[in-house]
């Protein structure tokens, strides 16, 4: 029998999920919906940073620039002029990238059928001094991931914001994982973060002289067998 698939299913809550308020033995609360961003460090990546980041820089001197409407257009990019994914220079990190993906999504039940394991896009960022990323979404993939090939400690931060639009915002007391509004990566080198293509995220200004290169991927939905379209 074929099983049915339905993202907005309603279902009973877990009682091992819930969270107590200390002192309170009437009220019982259900932290649902969770937004997961997933991290993982590349083990091959040592060995590789330096070549790829000199190949990257070459890139820079021939490829045109990606991202002309964006607000941040001085940061130097490759979306839709450099495809990283058919480079076999990157075969290593494509790989990694795309085996911690299976991952994130193994870790939440999400069918393996439905994701397209080439990415439909990749791609390189190089940030300079004083360049930055404003607040963007990946639309329309499904799966993203942000690798970093080149950075350091005080390289500029990854910052993701809560997707809950919410309309009146009670003054929080102490901020944690139930109440933050964003919530910021440090880059190291051969990290990966992976997320739901939806959810705002920016990168503020790079404020040293070294250069940070990110790599994007972005994963789309596969359609399910035997049609053409989603
Ligand atoms: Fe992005």
């Keep these: 029998m074929k099983k049915e698939r339905n993202i907005y299913m309603t279902t009973?809550?877990?009682?091992?999920?819930?969270?107590?308020?200390?002192?309170?033995?009437?009220?019982?609360?259900?932290?649902?919906f969770p937004t997961l961003i997933g991290v993982a460090t590349n083990p091959d990546h040592q060995a590789l940073e330096n070549k790829l980041t000199k190949k990257c820089l070459k890139l820079r001197k021939k490829i045109k620039s990606g991202g002309e409407n964006w607000i941040s257009n001085e940061t130097y990019n490759t979306l839709g002029t450099y495809h990283l994914n058919e480079d076999p220079d990157f075969s290593n990190i494509n790989d990694f990238v795309t085996n911690q993906v299976i991952h994130y999504c193994k870790a939440q039940s999400i069918d393996l059928n439905c994701l397209n394991?080439?990415?439909?896009?990749?791609?390189?960022?190089?940030?300079?001094?004083?360049n930055y990323q404003d607040w963007h979404i990946h639309n329309p993939a499904m799966i993203s991931a942000s690798y970093y090939l080149r950075c350091n400690n005080s390289s500029a931060k990854i910052y993701f914001k809560n997707p809950v639009t919410d309309m009146i915002l009670p003054a929080i007391l102490s901020f944690n994982e139930l109440n933050f509004g964003?919530?910021?990566?440090?880059?190291?080198?051969?990290?990966?973060?992976?997320?739901?293509?939806?959810?705002?995220?920016?990168?503020?200004?790079?404020?040293?002289?070294?250069?940070?290169?990110?790599?994007?991927?972005?994963?789309?939905?596969?359609p399910e067998e035997g049609k053409k379209y989603i």
């Design 182 to 222: 964003r919530v910021w990566f440090q880059p190291q080198p051969g990290m990966v973060l992976i997320f739901r293509s939806y959810l705002y995220h920016c990168v503020p200004q790079q404020k040293n002289n070294d250069i940070r290169i990110c790599l994007s991927y972005n994963y789309g939905r596969k």
């Design 117 to 130: 394991i080439n990415p439909t896009d990749a791609w390189l960022s190089i940030y300079k001094k004083n």
């Design 12 to 32: 009973q809550s877990d009682l091992s999920t819930s969270i107590k308020e200390e002192g309170e033995k009437n009220l019982t609360l259900y932290a649902h």
